[in-house]
């Protein structure tokens, strides 16, 4: 099964409702024409409505940064899957290192939070990847990586993985400049997929698609997108602004 390349813009915490239709709109209009590539942008929640304005009747797909686990119920700043379907949302984020790291979801949150994006039928975009001090401490990011795999996809059917899809960002290279060399990023992909290969078999395996996330931009996305198991990227800051994010959709061209 041939994997559709999949280019993934995260705006964080940027972006008023109207600098998002505008942006959202402009990404539409350069992605048209563009065959055999997946895009997505995730803008924050207050502008979700705007962006998915902007993209109706375009292929370009609405993406939300966070869920809670929960349905519904006194969780006072949060938004559930369900009202982020409502809304138009194909897909969620699950896991961002910057989830992680500041507002403390661990393994066993983030596994939730999978599991509620599926039973919304939505699709969840699971996030691992390593910090600097775990990378230069030696083999054990590599354990660290796939033990995030494993927790994340804990109690998620076969059936449904083929509904999610894993970024593996490093998160020494997220926002820093620093990017992972093409062979480094290969490697950490090549053990994602072998992590779902011993979860759910080859099939399975061959068929997810994994993103690269770290500071991806015009000048480096055709080396990394030439592995053979990067299937596409979770971008941040070059998703910004539609000239800088364009061209990692078209990165064929």
């Not at 929960?70 to 961002?96: I, N, P, Q, R, W």
């Not at 480096?220 to 800088?244: F, P």
Request: aromatic share 6%; charged share 25%; proline share 3%.
């Amino acid at each position: 099964m041939a994997r559709i390349p999949f280019i993934a813009g995260n705006w964080k915490m940027y972006k008023t409702a109207a600098e998002a239709r505008d942006l959202a709109r402009a990404v539409a209009e350069g992605a048209a024409g563009v065959a055999g590539v997946e895009v997505l942008l995730c803008p924050p929640f207050t502008a979700l409505a705007a962006a998915a304005d902007a993209v109706r009747g375009s292929a370009v797909k609405l993406g939300a940064q966070n869920c809670h686990f929960e349905k519904e119920g006194a969780f006072t700043g949060e938004v559930s899957a369900a009202m982020l379907a409502d809304l138009g949302v194909h897909y969620v984020l699950c896991g961002h290192s910057e989830r992680r790291q500041f507002f403390g979801d661990d393994d066993a949150t983030v596994n939730k939070k999978v599991r509620a994006v599926l039973a919304a039928g939505l699709k969840p975009i699971l996030c691992v990847g390593e910090k600097l001090a775990e990378r230069e401490a030696g083999e054990g990011w590599k354990d660290l990586v796939r033990r995030q795999v494993e927790a994340g996809l804990a109690g998620v059917a076969a059936a449904d993985v083929a509904r999610v899809t894993v970024a593996y960002e490093p998160v020494w290279a997220i926002g820093t400049g620093k990017t992972a060399t093409p062979a480094q990023a290969a490697e950490a992909h090549a053990i994602v997929r072998a992590a779902i290969q011993k979860l759910y078999g080859g099939e399975a395996a061959a068929a997810i698609r994994i993103l690269y996330g770290g500071s991806v931009k015009p000048d480096n996305v055709k080396a990394l997108m030439a592995q053979e198991d990067i299937d596409g990227a979770l971008v941040g800051g070059a998703s910004l602004k539609a000239e800088t994010f364009l061209p990692l959709v078209r990165f064929r061209d």
